[in-house]
């Protein structure tokens, strides 16, 4: 099967990528900044429904090739490309457009998610450890401290670049969120385990995963084959362990300012 995929992006982006790559190419007449791209059979050995879906991934991974290509030669200065539309063409001539919509950013908090699953007659799901912890901090507190400290800021930035993708944890950024409170920890002589911050298990199973591109792919902290060949902790479980243990760090940091400002 041929599959047209339409790339879109700036028009020096898709100028100097596309000069420089021996690829099937067609420019979109009067449009600079599309260009259409032929790939032949790229969803393989894939039947039935399994066909688009396939492609999709195809050619998600030559979008990544290129992008990745292009940061590399041009840096930050490169924007990238984005698919814009796919058609494919039997050998019949019939042609296919398919529409991949976006995924919609429906992530809840657990008090949204109570609430949903009571309006739709569900089980409540059980509170996540490490939750009343989370629910505590006082905000402003920690802003306060924030703007004295910049290891509480860099914590805090660190937990923002951790969840700011909307499909996936950034296990590089949450491992180095956890660096700063075990650092910040041992500078004090103190011991999470012992003080119920984190069991050395979870630690374990989150250092294991995150190292792992077996278990991760290219969202590993580290490039070569190696690790654990599935994940030991969850994108979930993972979420909650790297909050609660901020939020136990942050909690303790806040009480022991207090306990020093009163004596």
Same mark, same amino acid.
């Given at each position: 099967?041929? $599959?047209?995929?339409t790339?879109?992006?700036?028009?020096?982006?898709?100028?100097?990528?596309?000069?420089?790559?021996?690829?099937?190419?067609?420019?979109?007449?009067?449009?600079?900044?599309?260009?259409?791209?032929?790939l032949?059979?790229?969803?393989?050995? &894939?039947? /039935?429904?399994?066909?688009?879906?396939?492609?999709?991934?195809?050619?998600?991974?030559?979008? %990544? !090739?290129?992008?990745?290509? /292009? !940061?590399?030669?041009?840096g930050? %200065?490169?924007?990238?490309?984005?698919?814009a539309?796919?058609?494919?063409?039997?050998? /019949?001539?019939?042609?296919?457009?398919?529409?991949?919509?976006?995924?919609?950013?429906?992530?809840?908090?657990?008090?949204?998610?109570?609430?949903?699953?009571?309006?739709?007659?569900?089980?409540?799901?059980?509170?996540?450890?490490?939750?009343?912890?989370? =629910?505590?901090?006082?905000?402003?507190?920690?802003?306060?401290?924030?703007?004295?400290?910049?290891?509480?800021?860099?914590?805090l930035?660190?937990?923002?670049?951790?969840f700011?993708?909307?499909?996936?944890?950034?296990?590089?950024?949450?491992?180095?969120?956890?660096?700063?409170?075990?650092?910040?920890?041992?500078? =004090?002589?103190?011991? /999470?385990?012992?003080?119920?911050? $984190?069991?050395? #298990?979870?630690?374990?199973?989150?250092?294991?995963?995150?190292?792992?591109?077996?278990?991760?792919?290219?969202? &590993?902290?580290?490039?070569?084959?190696?690790?654990? &060949?599935?994940?030991?902790?969850?994108?979930?479980? %993972?979420? $909650?362990?790297?909050?609660?243990?901020?939020?136990?760090?942050? &909690?303790? =940091?806040?009480?022991?300012?207090t #306990? %020093?400002?009163?004596?």
């Amino acid at each position: 099967m041929e $599959w047209q995929v339409t790339l879109a992006g700036s028009r020096i982006d898709v100028e100097r990528l596309f000069r420089e790559l021996p690829l099937e190419v067609e420019a979109i007449p009067d449009d600079a900044t599309h260009v259409l791209v032929s790939l032949t059979n790229p969803e393989g050995e &894939a039947t /039935g429904d399994d066909v688009g879906h396939a492609a999709k991934r195809a050619i998600d991974a030559l979008v %990544a !090739r290129l992008n990745g290509l /292009g !940061r590399l030669r041009w840096g930050r %200065a490169f924007e990238g490309v984005a698919v814009a539309s796919i058609q494919s063409t039997n050998v /019949g001539g019939a042609t296919t457009t398919y529409v991949f919509p976006a995924a919609i950013n429906a992530h809840f908090s657990y008090e949204e998610l109570i609430r949903f699953a009571d309006a739709q007659g569900l089980p409540q799901p059980p509170a996540p450890r490490g939750l009343a912890h989370i =629910r505590s901090l006082e905000l402003s507190e920690v802003n306060r401290l924030a703007q004295e400290d910049p290891d509480v800021a860099r914590a805090l930035r660190l937990v923002d670049l951790a969840f700011a993708q909307p499909e996936h944890l950034d296990w590089t950024m949450a491992y180095c969120a956890l660096e700063v409170v075990e650092e910040d920890a041992k500078s =004090r002589g103190l011991d /999470g385990p012992s003080l119920g911050w $984190w069991s050395k #298990t979870e630690r374990e199973n989150f250092r294991a995963t995150a190292n792992s591109p077996n278990a991760l792919g290219v969202r &590993a902290r580290h490039g070569k084959r190696s690790g654990v &060949a599935e994940p030991r902790m969850n994108e979930m479980e %993972a979420a $909650w362990y790297v909050r609660r243990v901020v939020a136990r760090w942050l &909690a303790y =940091r806040l009480k022991l300012e207090t #306990t %020093a400002s009163s004596t």
